[in-house]
C-alpha cells in the first residue's frame, strides 16, 4: 500500500487532535482510502510539556528545518496560528516542494492572495477547510457540491465565542462582562479575546466565505463590523419581547449593488434557524439558485472537531482531491472574477435601536422627527418598565433604511441634551 509522510508544525490544543487521529486511526484511514497517511515528524517550541500524548521516540523536534528538509514529507500541516512566523512556515514549506494544510484562517484572511499565488508557482496545493467554522464541512459544500449553483446569500454564526457570550446572557440573565468571564473558564475564550467579541475573527471567516462563494477578493479589515462587546443585557430582554433573539451574524448576500457585507449582533426571529443555534456551536445558512436553502450546524472550534477538518484536508491532499479543486477554481488568483462588493453606505435593512433618554414629553417627539427627517420609519416603540432612575431606556424598531441614513441620524441624536450613555445600534432579519 503507498503511503504518504505527513509533518505538524503546532503542538498546542489542535495539533494534539491531529496528532491523535493520524497516529491512532491510522489503520482505519488506510482501509477506507486505500492509501497510508503517516505522521512521521511534529515540531513546537516547547518540547517538554507533558500533553497527555505519547509520541513515536524521535518525532518531536524544535527544529522546524528537519520538515522542510525531509524529502520524504510531502504534506505539512501549520497549526501555529497568527500571521508571523505561520506566513514565513507556509512559503518555506511551498518552496520545499511540500503540500500544505491549515487551520489559520487570519492568514487565509490576510495573505491569502501571497500564498496562493507561491502555491501555484511552486506547483503545491493549501487546504483550509479548518479555518472556517472547524468541523462544519461549509468550506468543501462551496467548493465541490455547490458548484451548480448561483449562490444568493450566506448568513453564518461562525465564532463559539460569541455565541456562547450571548447564549449565556439569554438563558440565565447573566451581565455581559460574566458572560465572558465564563466563557474563558471553559476554555470556550481566550485570556484576550477581543478578537472574537468586536468581531474580527467572524469578519475574516466572512471574507473567506465571501470568496468561495461568490470570487469578491475583499479586505476583511473594509468590511462593516461590530462586535457582541455592544450588547447589553436590556437588550436581550428587548429581544425576547419582540419574539426574537440575538446572534452574531457574517452576511453575505446578493444585491442588485453587488455583494453586501456585514458582521453585526442581529435580532433574529425566535423560530429561526438560527436563533437555536446556541453555546459555541457555529452555523452556516447558504442559499443557492437551484438547491435553495441549506443549512450546516457543529461545533466550529475545539480539539476534536478543528483537528478532525485538518486531517479531512491531509487525506484530501495525500489521495490528490485537493489538487483538482486548487488547479480549477484559481481561488486568490487575479484570473478569478469576482462580483462588486457593494459600497458599505448602501447597506440597508431593519434596525433595534436602543437610547438612554430623559423620562419627560417631547423626547419621543424629537427622536422620531430626527428619524423622519431621513425617511426612517418607526415600526415599533417601547420602554424599559424596569428603569426607575430619571433616565429610561427607549427601544425602537424601525423598518427598512439605509446605513447612511441611520448613521446621519445617530450622529445627530447623540449630540442632544436629552441623551445619556451610548446609544445602541443592531440589525433585524425576518
Given amino acids: 500500500m503507498d503511503s504518504v509522510k505527513v509533518g505538524l508544525i503546532g503542538l498546542g490544543t489542535i495539533g494534539v487532535g491531529v496528532a491523535e487521529?493520524?497516529?491512532?486511526?491510522?489503520?482505519?484511514?488506510a482501509r477506507k482510502v486505500g492509501k497510508r497517511v503517516e505522521l512521521v515528524k511534529i515540531c513546537d517550541k516547547d518540547t517538554t510539556t507533558d500533553r497527555g500524548i505519547t509520541l513515536p521516540s524521535g518525532m518531536l523536534t524544535s527544529d522546524v528545518t528537519e520538515l522542510f528538509n525531509d524529502p520524504e514529507i510531502s504534506i505539512v500541516i501549520e497549526l501555529i496560528g497568527g500571521l508571523e512566523p505561520a506566513?514565513?512556515?507556509?512559503?518555506?514549506?511551498?518552496?520545499?516542494?511540500?503540500?500544505?494544510?491549515?487551520?489559520?484562517?487570519?492568514?487565509?484572511?490576510?495573505?491569502?492572495?501571497?500564498?496562493?499565488?507561491?502555491?501555484?508557482?511552486?506547483?503545491?496545493?493549501?487546504?483550509?477547510?479548518?479555518?472556517?467554522?472547524?468541523?462544519?464541512?461549509?468550506?468543501?459544500?462551496?467548493?465541490?457540491?455547490?458548484?451548480?449553483?448561483?449562490?444568493?446569500?450566506?448568513?453564518?454564526?461562525?465564532?463559539?465565542?460569541?455565541?456562547?457570550?450571548?447564549?449565556?446572557?439569554?438563558?440565565?440573565?447573566?451581565?455581559?462582562e460574566d458572560a465572558v468571564k465564563e466563557a474563558q473558564r471553559l476554555g470556550f475564550a481566550e485570556a484576550d479575546p477581543t478578537l472574537d467579541v468586536n468581531g474580527s475573527d467572524a469578519t475574516q471567516k466572512l471574507a473567506i466565505l465571501a470568496h468561495l462563494a461568490f470570487g469578491a477578493q475583499v479586505d476583511w479589515k473594509t468590511i462593516p463590523r461590530v462586535g457582541v462587546d455592544v450588547v447589553n443585557a436590556i437588550d436581550v430582554r428587548f429581544a425576547k419581547v419582540l419574539g426574537r433573539k440575538i446572534r452574531l451574524v457574517a452576511t453575505a448576500r446578493l444585491?442588485?449593488?453587488?455583494?453586501?457585507?456585514?458582521?453585526?449582533?442581529?435580532?433574529?426571529?425566535?423560530?429561526?434557524?438560527?436563533?437555536?443555534?446556541?453555546?459555541?456551536?457555529?452555523?452556516?445558512?447558504?442559499?443557492?439558485?437551484?438547491?435553495?436553502?441549506?443549512?450546516?450546524?457543529?461545533?466550529?472550534?475545539?480539539?476534536?472537531?478543528t483537528a478532525s477538518a485538518v486531517c479531512s484536508d491531509v487525506i484530501d491532499a495525500a489521495?490528490?482531491?485537493?489538487?483538482?479543486?486548487?488547479?480549477?477554481?484559481?481561488?486568490?488568483?487575479?484570473?478569478?472574477?469576482?462580483?462588486?462588493?457593494?459600497?458599505?453606505?448602501?447597506?440597508?435593512?431593519?434596525?433595534?435601536?436602543?437610547?438612554?433618554?430623559?423620562?419627560?414629553?417631547?423626547?419621543?417627539?424629537?427622536?422620531?422627527?430626527?428619524?423622519?427627517?431621513?425617511?426612517?420609519?418607526?415600526?415599533q416603540m417601547m420602554q424599559d418598565s424596569h428603569d426607575v432612575s430619571p433616565n429610561v431606556s427607549l427601544i425602537i424598531l424601525t423598518h427598512e433604511a439605509s446605513s447612511a441614513a441611520l448613521a446621519a441620524a445617530l450622529d445627530e441624536l447623540r449630540s442632544a441634551p436629552f441623551i445619556h450613555g451610548e446609544t445602541t445600534l443592531l440589525d433585524v432579519v425576518d
Avoid: H
Avoid at 487521529?21 to 484511514?29: H, V
Avoid at 462580483?339 to 423626547?363: H, N, T
Fill in 21 to 29: 487521529i493520524l497516529l491512532g486511526k491510522s489503520d482505519e484511514i
Fill in 87 to 176: 506566513r514565513t512556515f507556509i512559503l518555506r514549506a511551498l518552496e520545499s516542494g511540500k503540500n500544505v494544510v491549515t487551520a489559520n484562517k487570519a492568514l487565509i484572511a490576510n495573505c491569502g492572495a501571497e500564498l496562493f499565488a507561491k502555491a501555484r508557482e511552486c506547483g503545491r496545493t493549501i487546504g483550509f477547510e479548518a479555518s472556517v467554522c472547524g468541523g462544519v464541512p461549509v468550506l468543501a459544500a462551496l467548493q465541490t457540491s455547490l458548484l451548480a449553483n448561483k449562490i444568493e446569500s450566506i448568513q453564518a454564526i461562525c465564532n463559539g465565542t460569541c455565541n456562547f457570550v450571548l447564549s449565556e446572557m439569554e438563558s440565565k440573565g447573566a451581565a455581559y
Fill in 255 to 305: 444585491t442588485d449593488d453587488g455583494l453586501a457585507l456585514k458582521t453585526s449582533p442581529t435580532l433574529v426571529p425566535e423560530d429561526s434557524a438560527l436563533a437555536k443555534v446556541t453555546s459555541a456551536f457555529n452555523a452556516v445558512q447558504i442559499v443557492g439558485d437551484f438547491v435553495g436553502p441549506l443549512f450546516y450546524q457543529g461545533w466550529g472550534a475545539g480539539r476534536r472537531p
Fill in 319 to 379: 489521495l490528490g482531491r485537493v489538487r483538482i479543486t486548487f488547479d480549477s477554481l484559481r481561488l486568490w488568483s487575479p484570473e478569478r472574477e469576482g462580483v462588486a462588493i457593494q459600497d458599505a453606505s448602501k447597506l440597508s435593512g431593519r434596525a433595534y435601536l436602543r437610547f438612554v433618554v430623559e423620562d419627560r414629553p417631547g423626547v419621543m417627539a424629537e427622536i422620531s422627527s430626527a428619524l423622519g427627517r431621513r425617511n426612517i420609519s418607526i415600526a
